[in-house]
């Protein structure tokens, strides 16, 4: 099959943020989302007509919004276009007694009791997947990053693969599955893959070997729009973009703005590699897989491993390195204090890693877990 990419101004960014709604007293999720997008459409009704608001956005559990920026140059442009989307939501829930909640899960809410958006995708997804599409009571952060060639596609795939564990790392938050720490800094990152075409990428000699892959997907019936490719780090070719999916949810707007810095400064090196003549190092498939797994598990105190040759190294030394390398492209970009806010995570300790202290603290009461992540989001500037 053909599969045609459009074509993006090089590193332009899109940001996509999905958020829980809690009660405000009990932490627990809350299955409102209907009512919330009705609110805002009330509010701005030029989106009533067709249901569908550019920058908030209906999700697989009613206990869901995703918040979606535009097309932006900056990472301050992309976070500002959140701050919006942030301020238009709570301007509906805080009447509503709702509280908003992003990390990787919801320490102790039953995933498998979370009532489903009512969209044909949505019922078909769970239909298909059974008990697995019924844990989906996960939070991620999305970012696009856009890409001027096509040819450039597949190569920063596997570029941002390589850093996957960093990322995973960085924002791991997810200690804490249905009331019980799991011992993993992300369970959002074992229970995605779950599900049909998701978790690692293949890598591909080309475009058309990826078309292949796609002809076959379609052919057999596992997917039936390009997009239920859910890798954790794919070609969005309608969007001529990079899309890196690998993130937990994380807790604050300056946390997003960093892992936003790091992608949009990654795929901006592997493009300039790639004009210079040239090429992205491909890790093997059995360190990737690993890779995956020692972030899920250890978060920031990951040993991993860095190339074919098998070599390793602590996770956090790696960051500092990258962050370091990357300064002049941030400074090209306009993220330059952005990126630094990763140095500001490392500092300070990962979400997973805030989380089991906050338990520790109120004797492993997973509520005050909640509303710590809650009170984060609603520190001005944080």
Same mark, same amino acid.
């Given at each position: 099959m053909r599969i045609d990419f459009a074509?993006?101004?090089q590193s332009t960014l899109g940001v996509e943020w999905e958020i829980g709604l809690v009660d405000a007293t009990t932490g627990e999720l809350v299955s409102r989302a209907d009512e919330v997008l009705d609110a805002v459409h009330r509010e701005d009704p030029r989106w009533a007509a067709d249901d569908d608001h550019p920058h908030i956005?209906?999700?697989l559990l009613l206990n869901t919004v995703e918040l979606v920026t535009g097309v932006c140059r900056t990472v301050g442009e992309a976070t500002d276009d959140l701050a !919006?989307? @942030?301020a238009t939501v709570r301007a509906v829930t805080d009447p509503m007694g709702i509280e908003l909640f992003s990390a990787g899960t919801h320490p102790f809410s039953h995933s498998g009791s979370q009532p489903v958006t009512n969209k044909e995708r949505y019922a078909k997804l769970i239909d298909r997947t059974q008990w697995w599409g019924r844990q989906m009571l996960i939070y991620g952060v999305h970012v696009h990053v856009g @890409? %001027?060639?096509r040819n450039k596609a597949l190569p920063v795939v596997d570029g941002l693969v390589n850093y996957f564990p960093h990322l995973q790392a960085l924002s791991a938050s997810s200690p804490f599955w249905d009331g019980e720490d799991t011992g993993y800094a992300s369970q959002r990152a074992l229970i995605f893959q779950q599900l049909p075409a998701a978790g690692l990428p293949y890598h591909f000699d080309d475009w058309a070997e990826y078309e292949h892959y796609a002809g076959d997907m379609f052919t057999t019936g596992v997917i039936d729009v390009l997009n239920e490719i859910r890798w954790d780090v794919r070609p969005s070719p309608t969007l001529g973009t990079v899309e890196m999916r690998i993130c937990d949810g994380v807790s604050s707007l300056r946390e997003v703005g960093a892992i936003a810095a790091l992608t949009q400064c990654l795929v901006t090196e592997f493009s300039d590699i790639l004009d210079g003549?040239?090429?992205i190092p491909v890790m093997p498939p059995w360190h990737r897989s690993e890779n995956k797994w !020692?972030?899920?598990?250890?978060g920031l105190e990951a040993i991993i491993i860095l190339g074919a040759d098998s070599r390793e190294r602590l996770v956090t030394d790696e960051l500092m390195d990258t962050i370091n390398r990357l300064e002049p492209i941030a400074d090209r970009l306009g993220c330059r204090d952005q990126l630094a806010d990763v140095e500001a995570i490392l500092r300070d300790g990962g979400g997973y890693q805030r989380q089991r202290r906050v338990a520790q603290e109120h %004797?492993? %009461?997973l509520r005050a877990v909640v509303l710590d992540v809650v009170g984060?989001?609603?520190e001005p500037g944080a």
């Amino acid at each position: 099959m053909r599969i045609d990419f459009a074509r993006s101004e090089q590193s332009t960014l899109g940001v996509e943020w999905e958020i829980g709604l809690v009660d405000a007293t009990t932490g627990e999720l809350v299955s409102r989302a209907d009512e919330v997008l009705d609110a805002v459409h009330r509010e701005d009704p030029r989106w009533a007509a067709d249901d569908d608001h550019p920058h908030i956005a209906r999700e697989l559990l009613l206990n869901t919004v995703e918040l979606v920026t535009g097309v932006c140059r900056t990472v301050g442009e992309a976070t500002d276009d959140l701050a !919006r989307s @942030l301020a238009t939501v709570r301007a509906v829930t805080d009447p509503m007694g709702i509280e908003l909640f992003s990390a990787g899960t919801h320490p102790f809410s039953h995933s498998g009791s979370q009532p489903v958006t009512n969209k044909e995708r949505y019922a078909k997804l769970i239909d298909r997947t059974q008990w697995w599409g019924r844990q989906m009571l996960i939070y991620g952060v999305h970012v696009h990053v856009g @890409l %001027d060639h096509r040819n450039k596609a597949l190569p920063v795939v596997d570029g941002l693969v390589n850093y996957f564990p960093h990322l995973q790392a960085l924002s791991a938050s997810s200690p804490f599955w249905d009331g019980e720490d799991t011992g993993y800094a992300s369970q959002r990152a074992l229970i995605f893959q779950q599900l049909p075409a998701a978790g690692l990428p293949y890598h591909f000699d080309d475009w058309a070997e990826y078309e292949h892959y796609a002809g076959d997907m379609f052919t057999t019936g596992v997917i039936d729009v390009l997009n239920e490719i859910r890798w954790d780090v794919r070609p969005s070719p309608t969007l001529g973009t990079v899309e890196m999916r690998i993130c937990d949810g994380v807790s604050s707007l300056r946390e997003v703005g960093a892992i936003a810095a790091l992608t949009q400064c990654l795929v901006t090196e592997f493009s300039d590699i790639l004009d210079g003549g040239g090429s992205i190092p491909v890790m093997p498939p059995w360190h990737r897989s690993e890779n995956k797994w !020692r972030a899920a598990r250890y978060g920031l105190e990951a040993i991993i491993i860095l190339g074919a040759d098998s070599r390793e190294r602590l996770v956090t030394d790696e960051l500092m390195d990258t962050i370091n390398r990357l300064e002049p492209i941030a400074d090209r970009l306009g993220c330059r204090d952005q990126l630094a806010d990763v140095e500001a995570i490392l500092r300070d300790g990962g979400g997973y890693q805030r989380q089991r202290r906050v338990a520790q603290e109120h %004797d492993g %009461d997973l509520r005050a877990v909640v509303l710590d992540v809650v009170g984060r989001m609603r520190e001005p500037g944080a």
